[in-house]
């Protein structure tokens, strides 16, 4: 895709991550991505190791997770908050109502090559090229130069690795495949390996506690292959049962691919599972034939078709020439590097480009890369916050498509959700709450009450959905898929509310993800009533489908039991600290640096609160921001980010720069 902007920028500042050694840990290696399969490149020499991923391979089977003993502690738990013992209310919550952890997203495999020349390397680079999403390893070794370049095609389904030689028949080396699940290796004839394993049952008890005891059953969860093809151009192959052996080539270009038995959320992966074997047959043979350059100007198309949509300019320092971990550096040590804000900007885009396409699962806490067999909170869909933020870009960044496997997965919560609403609260319409999984759970889990009590999940991942319409302006959009997930998590919400005693309607039990206060007694809780968070996700939602049936002309009677709703919701009070509170009550925070900032909301991003139209909240805000911050807040990166785009909704661009 031809854009002359976008041409321009790239000559002034090449979007190029680079570096001048190989990657020692997991988090420095540099990602590929098409969506479905994902590939972290180390850049290794000697040993190069390429980690792989793909998007369906978890651990579990469809299950039903809810507890349908939970509505019977409703109106006791109820009272006991309407009578400020929030603590006693928590400890019911915490023993009776939750359901068990969430399933697991799983490493699929490594691909390793082991170089045979030890001569001395010289001229070392590694980079990632955001403008073509294609990762490059460069050097010299005794008198001849290497380049590695490797792509993952989403038009054609495969990681595609080149590795040349300036000089005929320098190339030896061996290649390898491996995995931590459980799995077997095979030849599949000269050139090819395939790597065919089965996920977990379940997830382990105490797996918290780095438990290492998995359980696994012919019969239960996720069966995969890869698949590898090597062709190479002078030099011979030799093939066996656990490796490629490669002698004296001058080209070597591998083709791999990947393929799971899942098939559905609600589907058994093994009985009712896709011919993951077929999949992979079909990909290698449909690119068989093909020169790398068809290959490689077929991914460039399509990638380009969406990088290239935004060019971006902030300024330049001169220091484009260094290595970006050492332009990092400069600017941690108080230099000015305006281009590399350009670079960050442009790889986050490049990022969702590469880890959520049109058909695939949506990008997950990690995105789509993962090297561990148990990742750090199951690499899930955290809904209280994270995996909205991944989604934050799609639509401003014009990455719309890019959004489309957030909305297949709210379709698939919708469904698990209106069970979970019905089981657990008597309500109407569609739930869920903080973590999310392969098979849509829609429970609250395990745990303490301040990350599970949250069944706001739908209210939120509904906006997503309004945003879509608010950009493309799509009214059979609106009108066939977002309304009615939005109409269903409304009606849900309608019938969570309850009447407190001043006659607002208010949210009960309630939390504000995460964040823990202290009680009048002196005592630790995270549960009362209507948080912050709580109504502000309420009235947006209420906002958005009232004017969403305008439009459209329908439900003109929900709609009036929406705007009566709306007109009863608490409204934003300012506290002692001149902040905005947290809570319906001016609880103190046992961390006033929590990193979540759930209960600003509404000013990003959301856009109900009067921050901007009323100096007060305006005040309320900042104060807010500062305490947060003059108490060590914005110390993870999620939070930081959350921050920035705060303080630049407050029109402080000084606040968001710093």
């Known amino acids: 895709?031809?854009?002359?902007?976008?041409?321009?920028?790239?000559?002034?500042?090449?979007?190029?991550?680079?570096?001048?050694?190989?990657?020692?840990?997991?988090?420095?290696?540099?990602?590929?991505?098409?969506?479905?399969?994902?590939?972290?490149?180390?850049?290794?020499?000697r040993r190069e190791r390429i980690q792989l991923n793909e998007d369906t391979l978890w651990s579990g089977q469809p299950y039903d997770t809810n507890n349908y003993k939970a509505n019977e502690y409703m109106d006791q738990v109820r009272d006991l908050i309407f009578q400020a013992k929030y603590?006693?209310?928590?400890?019911?919550?915490?023993?009776?109502?939750?359901?068990?952890?969430?399933?697991?997203?799983?490493?699929?495999?490594?691909?390793?090559?082991?170089?045979?020349?030890?001569?001395?390397?010289?001229?070392?680079?590694?980079?990632?090229?955001?403008?073509?999403?294609?990762?490059?390893?460069?050097?010299?070794?005794?008198?001849?130069?290497?380049?590695?370049?490797?792509?993952?095609?989403?038009?054609?389904?495969a990681m595609v690795l080149k590795i040349t030689s300036d000089k005929p028949h320098k190339l030896s080396l061996k290649l390898a495949l491996d995995s931590l699940i459980d799995h077997r290796v095979s030849n599949e004839g000269e050139g090819c390996l395939a790597l065919e394993g089965q996920c977990p049952?379940?997830?382990?008890?105490?797996y918290r506690d780095k438990v290492e005891t998995i359980t696994y059953r012919n019969d239960q969860g996720i069966k995969f292959a890869v698949k590898m093809k090597v062709v190479c151009e002078g030099g011979?192959?030799?093939?066996?049962?656990?490796?490629?052996?490669?002698?004296?080539?001058?080209?070597?270009?591998?083709?791999?691919?990947?393929?799971?038995?899942?098939?559905?959320?609600?589907?058994?992966?093994?009985?009712?599972?896709?011919?993951?074997?077929?999949?992979?047959?079909?990909?290698?043979?449909?690119?068989d034939g093909q020169s790398y350059k068809e290959l490689k100007q077929r991914h460039l198309d399509d990638y380009q078709s969406l990088f290239n949509r935004v060019s971006i300019d902030l300024g330049h320092s001169g220091r484009q020439v260094l290595a970006t971990?050492?332009?990092?550096?400069?600017?941690?040590?108080?230099?000015?590097?305006?281009?590399?804000?350009?670079?960050?900007?442009?790889?986050?885009?490049?990022?969702?480009?590469?880890?959520?396409?049109?058909?695939?699962?949506?990008?997950?806490?990690?995105?789509?890369?993962?090297?561990?067999?148990?990742?750090?909170?199951?690499?899930?869909?955290?809904?209280?916050?994270?995996?909205?933020?991944?989604?934050?870009?799609?639509?401003?960044?014009?990455?719309?498509?890019?959004?489309?496997?957030?909305?297949?997965?709210?379709?698939?919560?919708?469904?698990?959700?209106?069970?979970?609403?019905?089981?657990h609260y008597k309500a109407r319409g569609w739930t869920a709450h903080?973590?999310?999984?392969?098979?849509?759970?829609?429970?609250?889990?395990?745990?303490?009450?301040?990350?599970?009590?949250?069944?706001?999940?739908?209210?939120?991942?509904?906006?997503?959905?309004?945003?879509?319409?608010?950009?493309?302006?799509?009214?059979?959009?609106?009108?066939?898929?977002?309304?009615?997930?939005?109409?269903?998590?409304?009606?849900?919400?309608l019938d969570w509310l309850v009447e407190y005693k001043d006659g607002s309607l208010v949210t009960c039990p309630s939390t504000s993800p995460e964040n823990v206060f202290i009680t009048p007694e002196g005592e630790e809780c995270s549960v009362s009533f209507a948080s912050t968070m709580d109504i502000s996700l309420i009235r947006e939602l209420f906002m958005q489908c009232i004017e969403a049936s305008r439009m459209l002309e329908i439900d003109k009677n929900l709609r009036s039991e929406l705007e009566l709703a709306l007109s009863r919701l608490p409204k934003y009070k300012i506290g002692r600290h001149g902040q905005l509170q947290e809570w319906f009550f001016d609880f103190d925070e046992k961390e006033p640096g929590h990193r979540h900032l759930s209960h600003l909301y509404s000013l990003y991003p959301g856009c109900a609160i009067p921050a901007l139209e009323d100096e007060k909240f305006m005040d309320a805000i900042r104060n807010t921001l500062d305490r947060r911050l003059n108490h060590g807040g914005g110390h993870t990166g999620w939070s930081c980010a959350w921050l920035i785009n705060l303080w630049a909704r407050l029109g402080d661009g000084g606040k968001a720069h710093e």
Not at 201 to 206: L, T
Not at 268 to 277: A, I
Not at 347 to 369: H, V
């Open 1 to 45: 895709m031809n854009n002359p902007i976008f041409d321009m920028e790239k000559k002034k500042n090449p979007l190029t991550l680079w570096y001048r050694k190989s990657a020692d840990k997991w988090v420095e290696a540099l990602p590929l991505g098409n969506g479905r399969l994902g590939a972290m490149v180390f850049g290794g020499v």
């Open 87 to 157: 603590v006693e209310a928590q400890n019911i919550i915490e023993q009776n109502m939750g359901g068990p952890s969430n399933q697991a997203y799983k490493p699929l495999a490594d691909l390793y090559l082991e170089f045979t020349d030890i001569a001395k390397v010289e001229d070392y680079k590694r980079e990632l090229d955001l403008a073509q999403g294609i990762s490059r390893v460069t050097y010299s070794q005794g008198k001849h130069g290497i380049s590695r370049e490797a792509f993952i095609s989403s038009p054609d389904q």
């Open 201 to 206: 049952s379940d997830v382990p008890e105490g």
């Open 236 to 287: 011979r192959t030799k093939t066996s049962r656990q490796s490629i052996d490669i002698e004296n080539a001058s080209t070597v270009t591998i083709y791999l691919t990947a393929a799971t038995s899942f098939n559905s959320f609600n589907k058994n992966p093994v009985s009712e599972g896709k011919d993951y074997r077929l999949i992979c047959d079909n990909i290698l043979d449909s690119i």
């Open 325 to 423: 971990d050492e332009r990092i550096e400069a600017v941690k040590g108080g230099g000015d590097d305006p281009a590399l804000a350009a670079l960050l900007f442009q790889y986050g885009r490049y990022l969702l480009i590469s880890c959520s396409r049109p058909g695939t699962q949506a990008a997950n806490l990690q995105g789509i890369w993962n090297e561990e067999v148990w990742p750090p909170w199951n690499s899930n869909y955290t809904s209280n916050i994270n995996v909205e933020m991944n989604y934050w870009l799609a639509e401003v960044c014009n990455l719309a498509e890019c959004h489309e496997p957030l909305f297949d997965m709210i379709d698939d919560l919708m469904i698990t959700g209106m069970k979970t609403a019905q089981i």
């Open 434 to 493: 903080h973590n999310v999984d392969l098979w849509r759970l829609s429970t609250p889990s395990d745990g303490s009450a301040s990350w599970a009590c949250w069944p706001m999940a739908g209210a939120w991942l509904s906006s997503h959905l309004w945003d879509h319409y608010m950009f493309s302006k799509d009214v059979k959009f609106l009108r066939e898929r977002a309304y009615p997930v939005m109409k269903e998590a409304a009606l849900f919400c």
